[in-house]
């Protein structure tokens, strides 16, 4: 399973973009990456997954290099409610033996 | 979207005594669920994969009597702490794999306090 490496924590203000990079070095040929925010006392929601290249849904985009070592999560305009913690995950959906080890996120902070 | 509903989300209980949480799949059929616990100001570490119909896969360093796992439908994984002593308190989250993109979907977490 491919470890993943995250900056423990970060701050920002209100209405930036947050960029929060994860390593993953040893990332499989079919292994996807995903990300998952969590607030305190609750579990991980869903944010995106991709493969390569680019991904962007409604809260946030997914930047992959072509060598797939590493991963972007960008959070644009950032507000208070995003304070959470974020984890990047590796691993192939739908596999039967699929499970997904977290690392230990980034804390991301925002203040006013 | 899929949602996975853990219950109950919060309990107390006396040193020595067993506590069951449930994680119930509410609009999929989930054939493999996760459990995994979380202390303060950690991550989540992996603690069995529950397979319907099958004996769990328990992760190392997880004792196995210890944290029963039970997963008798597509739709319910249960997870028993037995003789539960204070160094068992801790956030007990479930998830489950489903949707057409083998999206893993986390239950809201069930916070256990031992006396």
């Known amino acids: 399973l491919a470890k993943t490496t995250q900056p423990i924590s970060m701050d920002s203000y209100e209405g930036q973009e947050v960029n929060i990079t994860c390593s993953h070095n040893?990332?499989?040929?079919?292994?996807?990456i995903t990300w998952y925010q969590q607030f305190p006392s609750q579990g991980p929601r869903f944010i995106i997954q991709?493969?390569?290249t680019k991904v962007t849904n409604e809260v946030a985009s997914l930047f992959i290099p072509a060598d797939r070592k590493s991963s972007t999560l960008s959070l644009p305009r950032v507000s208070l409610s995003d304070t959470a913690v974020y984890y990047c995950?590796?691993?192939?959906?739908?596999?039967?033996?699929?499970?997904?080890?977290f690392g230990s996120g980034t804390r991301l902070l925002v203040r006013p | 979207g899929a949602v996975v509903s853990q219950h109950p989300s919060w309990v107390i209980c006396k040193s020595g005594t067993s506590v069951k949480i449930e994680c119930r799949s509410l609009?999929?059929?989930?054939?493999?669920m996760f459990w995994y616990r979380q202390f303060p100001k950690q991550s989540l570490m992996l603690m069995a994969t529950?397979?319907?119909?099958?004996?769990?896969?328990?992760e190392q360093g997880v004792e196995k009597d210890k944290f029963l796992i039970n997963h008798a439908s597509l739709t319910l994984s249960t997870l028993t702490v037995t003789s539960a002593h204070p160094e068992d308190s801790s956030f007990y989250i479930c998830?489950?794999?489903?949707?057409?993109?083998?999206?893993?979907?986390f239950g809201e977490g069930s916070r256990l306090t031992v006396l």
């Open positions: 529950s397979n319907e119909g099958s004996k769990a896969t328990y």
């Open positions: 995950l590796v691993g192939v959906p739908m596999d039967s033996s699929y499970k997904l080890i």
């Open positions: 040893n990332i499989a040929t079919n292994d996807y």
């Open positions: 609009d999929f059929q989930a054939t493999t």
């Open positions: 991709g493969y390569k």
């Open positions: 998830s489950a794999l489903g949707g057409l993109a083998g999206e893993l979907f």
